[in-house]
């Protein structure tokens, strides 16, 4: 059984996707969103049996990003704006606080579970923890490929974008591929806060904006053989 350039690339796939998953996180077996919620004032999402009013400028797909300030992580505690990554690819993972699990696990499969995706698309956090909490989070689950920036000064990310949750001073769980342009070519609105998004069909619309190939499926990973 001769092994092939296929066979190769598939046990090269299998075994980064591999590495990705031994991090010692625990993942749960959490709702996947497929739904969408609408963006800005006057629209909701749910909490429990709560609809909890958004507030801002709604965002959708083919806008363009908002220059809103969000802080980095100490020691820098820089005011930067996502309008500043124009020409490179991203993916923004928008969540309410690290400090709950569904976050955390929307963080971690960000990190992990992308296929080595970050090589050539820039990975982004954005939450309103403060930017301590957020370095703390990221050393204690040992994330150094994804980029972690602060909404906690004012929210003024979350209200240029429509996304902020005022009663409870959080961001509704959205993520969103953003292109070279600053152009939003894919987005989720969570509807219920408390599901994960459908974090495998942004890396999908990252693939294909950034023109990459799409990973290969267990199902062709015996494709060139030959026996």
Known sequence: MKPTSSMTLAFTVFFLTGCAATSGFTYKDFK???????AGTGKTVVFGSSHLQLEGTPIKMGDTLRDAKLTTMPPGFKLVSLTEGKGKVRIVSIVPSLDTKVCEQQTHYLSEKNRGLDRDVQLITVSVDTPFAQKRFAEEANIRNVTF??????????RAHGLLVPDLHLLARSVMVVDKDNVVRYLQVVPELASMPDMERAFEEARKVAGLPQPMTSSSMGAGWSY
Do not use: I, Q
């Open 32 to 38: 996947v969103s497929k739904g969408n919620a609408e």
């Open 149 to 158: 920036l602060s909404d906690y000064r004012g929210g003024d990310f979350g």
